[in-house]
């Protein structure tokens, strides 16, 4: 295989060289992917993508995207191509039109391959409940470790190094876990500025379309063609003025740790290289302290996030009913066509996080739980804004631990080291999680969250520290 593991920028040289062309690449991809073991593909392309890259024959030299085969998330629109959002009450829906985000990726002429799996219309953080079963981490030996949820499927593609970058979407972490737990820089944008026109909304207010990729710069290149307002979706941002800063440095950067979530990491190798990467910083000339946050509050994290999260799915879900979308269920009523329908087609998991939602949303509930909540998210909000207020960044490792082995578990852990980068969805702020060291060939991530729209400052920095790691371009081929 002479083109898989390589990035967007190897892949480039190669057919501005005219060494490879895009129909080789793509070829590849796609005996790759026919061979893959980890569960990763909902629908495949394989016939649209080999006629767009043989319609690619003149390169477009500044172009970085163009001819770069990619992966997208199941719950991203697709004109004309099955789209399920992994569940069966949406087997065989096509949508009539594509997401913004894709249009944008198809005018800069990358090449999409195919649609992956992901937790049930993004409802979990282990990739273990879309309805093809589980989805496994590359770097497990036999298919022994999840890759990560909910955006597992087009993580452990770009891990096995089938393409060099794909589409997800990040809820509460769907993009930064996954990319902690496979070796990827995985980045989701400031709230609003990547049109979320043509995703299957889990929580809308909380929802980012964000990438994975094998390096900094390319997420970088990604947002760059992506971002910008859309009229479609009433969530874009129209006019933000941008600081760009082209040039990375640490010098004179800020960067704060939350003191009361380190504290609750027990890995001790994790800790160790986590302080070798403060030192590191500090040397190139950051200001890199440890700060108090109120533990009332990050013990809040979860509780709040799940009862928004499971009440807004019960918005966010209320059409399908089998009669104006989903798989329809024969019954005497409209009622019971629409209990059947749900009743069939939404898995277990799913039904238990819309009736929590339908509880708390309640009229007699929702002051007890749904309002309370809300108050519960600005405070976090207040208090994450007032430690940016006089640094540039947060800093902290991305997960406790390396992928955890497969297991039953019904829910996701709810302890704070696990679950606090939901407090960048909070808040809308740009959040990107990076490699930093490897325990016995396994990847685990650190995660810098910034100001909103100081999305290039958190790049800028994210960059330094690849080059402090070297952790450039990993996939499951190359984990030493």
Known sequence: MRYLGLTMTELHELYVSGKATPLDVVNEVIEALTKDKNNILEKT????????????????KDNLLWGIPFLVKDN????????????????????????????????????????????????????????????????GKERTRIVGGSSSGSASGVASGYVPFAVGSDTGDSIRKPASFAGL????????????????????????VGFFTRSVSEARVLFEKTRGYDKKDATSVMNVPFKTEKDATLKGKKVAVLEPIF?????????????????????????????????????AIFPTYFILSCAEANVSNACLTGIGFGNKEEGASYEEIVANTRGKGFSSRIKYRLMLGQYALKKE?????????????????EAVDKVLENYDVIMLPAAPNHAPTVDKQSEPHSEIENNFMAIANFGGNPSLTLPYFLDEGLPLGVNLTGKPFDDFNVLNIALKIEEITGLYNLHAGLKS
């Open 45 to 60: 392309m394989y016939d649209e993508a080999r006629s767009m890259a043989q319609s690619l024959t003149k390169v477009e």
């Open 76 to 139: 991203i629109a697709m004109k004309g191509i099955e789209t399920t959002g992994s569940s069966n009450i949406l087997n065989g829906f096509i949508p009539l039109c594509n997401a913004e985000v894709i249009d944008k990726l198809l005018a800069a002429k990358a090449i999409p391959v195919a649609k992956t799996t992901l937790d049930e219309f993004g409802m979990g953080g282990r990739g273990e409940t879309g309805h093809k079963g589980i989805t496994y981490n590359p770097y």
């Open 185 to 208: 820089v995985g980045f989701k944008p400031t709230w609003g500025e990547i049109s979320r026109f043509g995703l299957f909304a889990f929580m809308p207010t909380l929802d980012h």
């Open 263 to 299: 504290a609750l990491m027990k890995n001790k190798l994790l800790i160790k290289e986590f302080h070798n990467l403060v030192d590191k910083l500090r040397q190139a000339g950051a200001v890199v302290d440890f700060v108090p946050f109120d533990k009332d509050l990050l013990a």
């Open 365 to 381: 509930n929702r002051n007890e739980y749904y309002d309370r909540a809300q108050k519960a998210r600005r405070l976090i909000v």
